[in-house]
C-alpha cells in the first residue's frame, strides 16, 4: 500500500486516513467557499474553460473520496491541469481575508503535488511525465535539448574559459534548462559576479534539483536528486548556494527543508536579489545605455510563490538608456507562461496559449523586449513573441545586466 492511498471495495484507489487528516480541512474551506475567485487568475482555466481544471475541483475531489463517490482513478487527470504558478492561492478568499493577520495561505499546489504523487505511486502515470522522468533519472538531468541527451559529462559546459574552481564557500547551481539551453544565461551571471569580485565556484556533479520530479509526482526520485546535490555540496565544502532559476530556488527553499529538515545548514541565495544589492549599494556600476523599450515578465514562482518583485523592478530601473513599462506585480497574477509543473508536456497546445497570451499581453504595451528572471519561462515567451507581426525579443534580466555592466554575453 503506497503512502495516502489504499484498495476500495472494487480495487480501485482510495484515501487512507492520514492523507484525509492532512488536507480534510483544507477541501473543505475550499468547497464551502461560494467566491471561487481563483477561476479567473488561473491560466489554465483562462484557456481550457473547464471546471475540472479549477482548485475548487481539486479539493471537492478529496471531499468525494472521502465520501466514496469517487476514486483516485477517476479524478488523476484532472491534477494535470496545473502549471502550479500560484495563482489561485494568493486570489483565494481564505488566504485574502486571513492572510495579512493569522499568516495563512490555501495550499492548492501542494495538494496537486499530493495528489500526483498518489497517481505515480498507484501506477496512474501520464506518458509524457513518465518518460521524461525516466530520461531525467538516466542522465540526471531534464532532456531540454529536444531529442538529444542531456549528459551529465556537459553539464559544465556552459561554463568553458569562464576559469571558474570547482566547490569553496560559494558555490553556483545551474538549472538544467539554463546549463543546455540558454547557457547565455549562466555566462552572464558568471561574469557579472567575477566582474565585481564575488568568489564563487561549481559543484563536482550537479544533478537536476529534482524539484521538477516532484512536481510532476515522482517524489522519490526527487528525493534521491536532493540527496545527491546535498552530499556534493558538502564534499566540496559549500555554506552558501547561489541559485539561478525561481524553480531551484523553489526546491531548495521548499522541498529540501522538507527532506532534511534542521540538517540542512545552507543559506540559498537568490541571484536576482543578490544582483539588486549588489546595484544598490554600487558594487555594480550600468553604465552602458540600453536603448530598449521593455516590460517584466513576472515569473510566477517568484512572484506568486515567493513574493518576489522588487529586485528586478529596482534593477530595471538602474539601467541606462531603458524605457521600462511596467504591469504591476499583483495584475501579473492572472500572468503565466505556461512552463511549469510538467504542464508543457502533457499539455503543449495548452500551454502554448498561455505563452501567446501573456506575449499579447505585452505587445499591447508598444515594447520590443520582453524581460524575464525564469529560463523556463524564456523558451515559450520568445516561440510566441517570434509569431508576431511586429516580434518581441525575449531577454533575461542577467543578460540585460551583464550589456549594461559593458559585459559580454554569451
Known amino acids: 500500500m503506497a503512502d495516502g492511498i489504499a484498495p476500495g471495495?472494487?480495487?480501485?484507489?482510495?484515501?487512507?486516513?492520514?492523507?484525509?487528516?492532512?488536507?480534510?480541512?483544507?477541501?473543505?474551506?475550499?468547497?464551502?467557499?461560494?467566491?471561487?475567485?481563483?477561476?479567473?487568475?488561473?491560466?489554465?482555466?483562462?484557456?481550457?474553460?473547464?471546471?475540472?481544471?479549477?482548485?475548487?475541483?481539486?479539493?471537492?475531489?478529496?471531499?468525494?473520496?472521502?465520501?466514496?463517490?469517487?476514486?483516485?482513478?477517476?479524478?488523476?487527470?484532472?491534477?494535470?491541469?496545473?502549471?502550479?504558478?500560484?495563482?489561485?492561492?494568493?486570489?483565494?478568499?481564505?488566504?485574502?481575508?486571513?492572510?495579512?493577520?493569522?499568516?495563512?495561505?490555501?495550499?492548492?499546489?501542494?495538494?496537486?503535488?499530493?495528489?500526483?504523487?498518489?497517481?505515480?505511486?498507484?501506477?496512474?502515470?501520464?506518458?509524457?511525465?513518465?518518460?521524461?522522468?525516466?530520461?531525467?533519472?538516466?542522465?540526471?538531468?531534464?532532456?531540454?535539448?529536444?531529442?538529444?541527451?542531456?549528459?551529465?559529462?556537459?553539464?559544465?559546459?556552459?561554463?568553458?574559459?569562464?576559469?571558474?574552481?570547482?566547490?569553496?564557500?560559494?558555490?553556483l547551481f545551474c538549472d538544467c534548462e539554463a546549463a543546455f539551453y540558454r547557457t547565455s544565461l549562466p555566462r552572464a551571471v558568471a561574469r557579472i559576479l567575477k566582474h565585481v569580485g564575488y568568489e564563487f565556484g561549481l559543484m563536482r556533479e550537479q544533478w537536476c534539483c529534482g524539484g521538477p520530479?516532484?512536481?510532476?509526482?515522482?517524489?522519490?526520485?526527487?528525493?534521491?536528486?536532493?540527496?545527491?546535490?546535498?552530499?556534493?555540496?558538502?564534499?566540496?565544502?559549500?555554506?552558501?548556494?547561489?541559485?539561478?532559476?525561481?524553480?531551484?530556488?523553489?526546491?531548495?527553499?521548499?522541498?529540501?527543508?522538507?527532506?532534511?529538515?534542521?540538517?540542512?545548514?545552507?543559506?540559498?541565495?537568490?541571484?536576482?536579489?543578490?544582483?539588486?544589492?549588489?546595484?544598490?549599494?554600487g558594487k555594480l556600476q550600468l553604465t552602458q545605455p540600453i536603448e530598449r523599450v521593455v516590460t517584466y515578465h513576472d515569473a510566477c514562482r517568484l512572484n506568486k510563490r515567493k513574493g518576489i518583485h522588487k529586485a528586478p523592478r529596482d534593477i530595471l530601473r538602474a539601467i541606462p538608456g531603458l524605457t521600462f513599462k511596467d504591469v504591476d506585480h499583483v495584475t501579473q497574477w492572472s500572468y503565466c507562461s505556461g512552463a511549469g509543473a510538467g504542464f508543457a508536456i502533457e499539455r503543449p497546445e495548452v500551454a502554448a496559449e498561455i505563452a501567446r497570451r501573456r506575449v499579447d499581453k505585452a505587445a499591447a504595451l508598444e515594447i520590443d523586449t520582453l524581460v524575464s528572471a525564469c529560463a523556463w519561462s524564456e523558451r515559450p515567451l520568445t516561440e510566441q513573441g517570434g509569431k508576431l507581426e511586429r516580434p518581441i525579443e525575449v531577454l533575461d534580466l542577467m543578460e540585460i545586466v551583464a550589456q549594461a555592466a559593458g559585459l559580454e554575453v554569451g
Not at 116 to 135: F, H
Not at 213 to 225: D, H, I
Not at 239 to 266: C, N, Q, S, W
Open 9 to 171: 471495495a472494487q480495487g480501485e484507489s482510495t484515501l487512507t486516513p492520514e492523507f484525509l487528516d492532512e488536507w480534510r480541512n483544507a477541501a473543505y474551506n475550499c468547497y464551502s467557499s461560494g467566491h471561487k475567485f481563483c477561476r479567473e487568475v488561473c491560466p489554465v482555466m483562462q484557456v481550457t474553460r473547464d471546471e475540472r481544471h479549477t482548485p475548487t475541483t481539486f479539493h471537492a475531489n478529496v471531499v468525494a473520496m472521502e465520501k466514496g463517490f469517487l476514486s483516485l482513478d477517476d479524478v488523476a487527470e484532472d491534477y494535470v491541469n496545473c502549471t502550479q504558478c500560484g495563482a489561485c492561492e494568493l486570489r483565494c478568499p481564505n488566504t485574502l481575508f486571513t492572510g495579512d493577520f493569522y499568516r495563512f495561505r490555501t495550499r492548492t499546489v501542494d495538494l496537486v503535488k499530493a495528489m500526483r504523487s498518489l497517481a505515480v505511486e498507484a501506477g496512474i502515470e501520464q506518458p509524457g511525465w513518465k518518460e521524461w522522468n525516466a530520461l531525467t533519472d538516466r542522465y540526471k538531468n531534464e532532456p531540454v535539448l529536444n531529442g538529444q541527451p542531456s549528459l551529465q559529462e556537459n553539464v559544465a559546459d556552459w561554463a568553458q574559459g569562464l576559469d571558474l574552481p570547482i566547490g569553496g564557500e560559494t558555490v
Open 213 to 281: 520530479a516532484a512536481e510532476m509526482g515522482y517524489a522519490e526520485q526527487a528525493r534521491r536528486f536532493a540527496e545527491h546535490n546535498v552530499a556534493d555540496w558538502r564534499a566540496v565544502g559549500a555554506k552558501r548556494i547561489l541559485v539561478l532559476d525561481p524553480h531551484d530556488y523553489i526546491a531548495f527553499t521548499e522541498d529540501y527543508p522538507a527532506y532534511f529538515g534542521d540538517e540542512l545548514d545552507f543559506e540559498f541565495v537568490l541571484v536576482v536579489e543578490l544582483v539588486a544589492e549588489l546595484v544598490n549599494e
